[in-house]
């Protein structure tokens, strides 16, 4: 499955133009997950990034929804005019090459359920979670690392059509709520009024 990835990215990196749209229309059925895996990449380290993780968790959070229902990347027509440069394109491509060496040595449990429309709905519904946690502009160590993880995990998962990366992307995010909880709780410590607030909306 990688392998296929590698050579749907080497045609788009011959194209004098890149977008979004052009990525999209070349990844064909990876194009959903190959999006999240690539919004999430800036996250895999322990630091938060609270100005980029919104707009970043949102492009996630809509290929999470789309999972969930269309099995099809969801994108707004701005996202898909977004132009990538060849030199960008390029670290993306190099990364790729990394991802697909890796997920060869770690993928070894192939199922068919990871196809499944079940297995999509709960994936999707996983991914939703974690990148809603990720948006938040938390200055909280790991605040961004650990939903990435969960989201980078249930894609690589998917895209290798491997059970059991899946399932510890599905764990992963189980540690995103109590990450949601904790944090919601330590607001409501620092600003006993938010409650009100919240009552409020």
């Not at 690392?145 to 510890?168: K, N, Q, R, T, Y």
Request: glycine share 4%; proline share 6%.
């Amino acid at each position: 499955m990688s392998s296929k990835l590698i050579s749907h990215l080497s045609e788009v990196r011959a194209l004098p133009v890149i977008t979004l749209e052009k990525l999209v229309d070349s990844l064909k059925d990876q194009a959903l997950v190959v999006i999240c895996l690539i919004s999430i990449i800036p996250f895999m380290q322990p630091i938060p990034l609270p100005g980029v993780s919104t707009a970043l968790g949102l492009i996630s959070l809509l290929q999470g929804v789309s999972l969930m229902l269309f099995r099809r990347p969801l994108l707004t027509r701005k996202m898909k005019e977004v132009k990538i440069s060849h030199e960008k394109f390029e670290t993306i491509f190099k990364a790729a090459e990394k991802f697909s060496r890796f997920a060869g040595k770690i993928s070894i449990f192939s199922h068919p359920w990871t196809n499944s429309r079940a297995s999509h709905f709960i994936c999707g519904f996983s991914i939703v979670l974690s990148s809603a946690f990720l948006s938040l502009p938390l200055p909280i160590p790991f605040s961004n690392f650990v939903p990435a993880l969960s989201i980078g995990l249930i894609c690589l998962g998917l895209l290798e059509e491997d059970i059991f990366l899946v399932i510890i992307g599905l764990s992963i995010t189980c540690s995103v709520i109590w990450m949601g909880v904790f944090s919601y709780h330590l607001l409501i410590e620092n600003f006993p009024t938010l409650p009100n607030l919240l009552n409020f909306f």
